[in-house]
């Protein structure tokens, strides 16, 4: 009986390929979703969604000044190969519309991440030039709203969205990694409220316009920004003028970046007798403990709670020591 005999063989034939497919590495078809993203940040989002670091891609490279990029030729490369490119909006990096021009016949899909967020207006008037009025509102909208987990989270769905539409097959997938990136960013959030609840209400002057939505999850207030424009140094007029709101307004510090030159948060700060703080606001691939979006939001606030709370405790010393000379 032939028919019988082959049996065992077919099966383990079909064990044999099953085996194949479970234990092949998991490859994709070339056609799956790339993504590119205007800055480091929104590429850390796109790869917790997109489930595949190689897949994803950020046109800023670490350490780079978002204001003030030129795309390179490599970028235009970069830009052909994505089926969906993610940016900020609001004038913060247009520099990607000439890259999506390039490439409009391959393009799937373009997230412009401003659209899909509660947007808040920009602290300071000094700023305006950072981003385009809203003429319906006659505001400037505040572009760095990736600094806040909630906003972060909700990119993130909206991200899942367009990959599964690109995607049918890996939908799911793409669904319950967004999902569980927004569990995490609930958590962090929650994690951060309680690590910054003793600093709530302090005040800070910002180099750059970049923490104001930070600063509002957790109880800080961004009084003023001293770049006249990204990159535009204030003058002396300008300085004194900011010297005046700072004491005014009992501002306990300057957030200066990383990415800047911070030459006149000094100048205020040593006036001032204040800390500067620098942060980063973007961080990216390569840079230790800054790669992913959790470890970013948690190395700022770190920064923040030891440089104000060493602060605290060196102003506290300075006091004691004053009440100790006075009664001497
Ligand atoms: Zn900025």
Not at 41 to 52: F, I, K, Q, T, Y
Not at 93 to 121: A, F, N, T, Y
Request: with cysteine.
């Amino acid at each position: 009986m032939p028919h019988v005999r082959r049996l065992p063989f077919v099966g383990t034939a079909l064990l044999l390929v099953w085996l194949a497919l479970a234990c092949r590495p998991a490859q994709e078809l070339p056609q799956a979703p790339r993504v590119v993203t205007s800055i480091p940040p929104l590429a850390m989002l796109a790869r917790e969604v997109r489930g595949n670091a190689e897949a994803v891609n950020s046109f800023l490279p670490p350490g780079a000044n978002p204001h003030q990029f030129e795309p390179r030729p490599s970028d235009v490369r970069r830009a052909g190969q994505a089926s969906v490119i993610v940016h900020i909006g609001l004038g913060f990096d247009d520099w990607v519309l000439p890259l999506m021009q390039e490439v409009e016949g391959d393009l799937k899909s373009v997230i412009r991440c401003s659209d899909h967020v509660k947007l808040m207006p920009l602290t300071s008037v000094e700023a305006l030039e950072e981003v385009n009025p809203d003429p319906a509102h006659g505001k400037a909208w505040d572009p760095h709203f990736w600094l806040d987990p909630e906003a972060a989270a909700g990119i993130g769905v909206q991200l899942a969205e367009v990959l599964g539409q690109q995607d049918s097959a890996r939908a799911n997938d793409y669904r319950a990694r967004a999902d569980d990136f927004s569990m995490r960013m609930a958590q962090l959030d929650a994690d951060l409220s309680h690590q910054l609840k003793a600093l709530r209400g302090t005040r800070f002057i910002a180099t750059h316009a970049g923490w104001a939505y930070f600063a509002r999850r957790y109880g800080l207030e961004q009084v003023a920004v001293v770049e006249l424009a990204p990159g535009r140094e204030p003058g002396p007029r300008s300085l004194a003028r900011l010297m005046e709101l700072a004491r005014r307004e009992n501002v306990q510090a300057i957030f200066s970046e990383v990415q800047l030159s911070d030459g006149s948060a000094r100048v205020l700060a040593s006036e001032l007798n204040l800390p500067v703080i620098v942060l980063d606001p973007l961080g990216g691939a390569g840079v230790p403990g800054r790669e992913s979006l959790e470890d970013l939001l948690r190395w700022n606030a770190q920064r923040i709670q030891d440089a104000l709370q060493k602060d605290a405790l060196q102003k506290d010393a300075l006091q004691k020591d004053a009440l100790q000379k006075e009664t001497e």
